[in-house]
C-alpha cells in the first residue's frame, strides 16, 4: 500500500515537473502559435499568472489579427482574476473601446468599472481610482440603462459616491479641527463644506456638513480682529439660516441657537466700537485742522 502511495506521489511530481519544463520550453522557445495556444489552455485551466507571460509574447504579433480581441479579452480577464485591479479595468476599458460590436463590450465595460471600483482604497487614501470608478459606473450607466447589470452598477455608483463624500468631509473637518492652530484653517474649512455642498447635492452629509460650516464661521468670528467681525458674522448667520432652512428640526438646532446668540451680541459690540473710533478719528481730524 506505501509502495502504491510512493509511486502515486512519484508520478504527480514527474507530471509537474514535466509540466514546468514543457512551459518553459514554450515560453523561451516556442513557436508563436505554439506560444498561444499554451497561454489559451493555461487560461482555461485558470493559471492565469503563466498564461499572461505567454499573451505577452504573442501579442505584438497579433496585434490588429482576429485573435486580438480573445487575447485582450483573456488579458483582462486573467488580471482580474489574479486581483490586479487597475490593470484589469484598464484593460477591459480598452477591449471595450477597441471592439465596439464584440457581444462581450458590455460586460467588459462593466468589469472595468467594477475593477477600478476593487481597486479604490479606503476613503483616506488617494481617490484616483475611486474617481476613476465612478466616472466609469457613470458611463455604463448611461450607455446600457437597460441592462440586466444596471441595479447593481447604481449600488456600486452609490457606494462610490459616498466614499468621496466621506473624504471630502474628513478633509474638511480636519482643516476645521487644526484652525486652533493656524487661523488660516478657518477659511480652508469654510470653502471646503461650501465645496462639499455644491459638488454633492443631496449628499448624506449635507446636515453635518452645514453644522460645522457654521461652526467654522462662527468659531472663526470669535477669532477675529474687530474691523473683520461684522462681514464674518453676516456670513455666519447665512450659514445659520442655511442649517435652519434645510434642516429645521435638526439635532444641531439648540447648539446652532446658541452660537446665532453670540453672533449677534459679536457683531453689535463690533459695530459699537468701530462707531467709537470712527469718531476718535473725526475728532482727532477736527482737531489738527483748527
Known sequence: MQKIKNLACLLIVSLVLFSCGEYQKV?????????????????????????????????PTYRGKPQMERIQYMVAQSNFNEKDYSISGY???????????????????????????????????????????????QSFINDYPDSDKIEE???????????????????????????????????????????????YLGSEFKEEALFYRLKAAHDFVLKSTIRRKPERVDDAVRAYEKLERNFPKSKFMEEANTMLVTLKEEKKVAEELIAKQLEFQKKQKETIIK
Do not use: C, W
Open 27 to 59: 515560453l523561451n522557445k516556442g513557436s508563436v502559435e505554439e506560444q498561444y495556444k499554451m497561454a489559451v489552455k493555461l487560461y482555461e485551466s485558470k493559471k492565469y499568472s503563466k498564461a499572461l507571460r505567454l499573451f505577452e509574447k504573442v501579442t
Open 153 to 199: 452598477a447604481n449600488q456600486h455608483y452609490k457606494d462610490l459616491r459616498y466614499k468621496l463624500q466621506k473624504k471630502y468631509f474628513e478633509i474638511a473637518k480636519t482643516y476645521y479641527r487644526t484652525a486652533d492652530y493656524d487661523m488660516r484653517n478657518y477659511k480652508a474649512a469654510i470653502q471646503a463644506f461650501d465645496n462639499l455642498l455644491a459638488d
Open 91 to 137: 484593460y477591459f476599458d480598452r477591449f471595450a473601446k477597441n471592439y465596439p460590436k464584440s457581444s462581450k463590450k458590455e460586460e467588459a465595460a462593466f468589469l472595468s468599472a467594477y475593477s477600478y471600483k476593487l481597486a479604490s482604497p479606503v476613503y483616506s487614501k488617494d481617490p484616483t481610482e475611486t474617481i476613476k470608478a465612478l466616472e466609469a459606473f
